[in-house]
Nanobody
Framework: QVQLVESGGGLVQAGGSLRLSCAAS????????MGWFRQAPGKEREFVAS???????GYAEFVKGRFTIARDNAKNMVYLQMNSLKPEDTAIYYC???????????????????WGQGTQVTVSW
């Protein structure tokens, strides 16, 4: 059974930083893309960042230059370093992984099969 568990969320002031972590278990994740998504209150869930198993990355325009995704295949971990946080970054952040191995990073939610429970990030003025 594939499990994804996010951690690292919390309350931070605008301009601050947080580092989210996602611990994966239940299979070997080396050959699978990993992604981060977020959902703000009253809004649709949206793509934030993704990383392929060969460490190529893709980002949503609104986080480019501020967020960095990384992974440690040996530990089955994926991270999201978030800097220069803004109040509009407030959301529940989800980690996800697809059901099939792909060599590229993935933007579409439809590509992802397994999801974590999410971690709350709140950015205040």
């Amino acid at each position: 059974q594939v499990q994804l568990v996010e951690s690292g969320g919390g309350l931070v002031q605008a301009g601050g930083s947080l580092r989210l972590s996602c611990a994966a278990s239940g299979r070997t994740f080396t050959n699978y893309a990993m992604g981060w998504f977020r959902q703000a209150p009253g809004k649709e869930r949206e793509f934030v960042a993704s990383i392929s198993w060969v460490h190529t990355t893709g980002y949503a325009e609104f986080v480019k230059g501020r967020f960095t995704i990384a992974r440690d295949n040996a530990k089955n971990m994926v991270y999201l370093q978030m800097n220069s946080l803004k109040p509009e970054d407030t959301a529940i952040y989800y980690c996800a992984t697809p059901g099939q191995s792909r060599s590229t990073w993935l933007r579409s939610q439809d590509e992802y099969k397994y999801w974590g429970q999410g971690t709350q990030v709140t950015v205040s003025w």
